[in-house]
């Protein structure tokens, strides 16, 4: 089975920028799209951006301009870029397969971003 694991997430002040990083024990690449997830306590689990197998990509309108999802397939590695964050970027972010593929892979244990002052 691939392990996801997430990494990255810290403390941040409103305007900061943080990169978070999934790597995995299996390609992360197998899924038509792979896509970055948030979930804040008391909301539901929420997809932030996605990049297809092609290179494509979309983003919640919430973080538009401020994120930016990318890949590394040598690294076996997929990246979200945070920018210009604020208080309510504050969630745990997860990776998987993107879209309709959101349970491609077991969920993995996620990374904590507090954006706060």
């Known amino acids: 089975q691939v392990q996801l694991v997430e990494s990255g997430g810290g403390l941040v002040q409103p305007g900061g920028s943080l990169r978070l990083s999934c790597a995995a024990s299996g390609s992360i690449f197998s899924a038509p799209a792979m896509g970055w997830y948030r979930q804040a306590p008391g909301k539901q689990r929420e997809l932030v951006a996605t990049?297809?197998?092609?290179?494509?990509?979309n983003y919640a309108d919430s973080v538009k301009g401020r994120f930016t999802i990318s890949r590394d397939i040598a690294k076996n590695t997929l990246y979200l870029q945070m920018n210009s964050l604020k208080p309510e970027d504050t969630a745990v972010y997860y990776c998987?397969?993107?879209?309709?593929?959101?349970?491609?892979?077991?969920w993995g244990q996620g990374t904590q971003v507090t954006v706060s002052s």
């Open positions: 990049i297809t197998n092609g290179g494509s990509t």
């Open positions: 998987n397969g993107g879209g309709r593929n959101s349970n491609w892979y077991p």
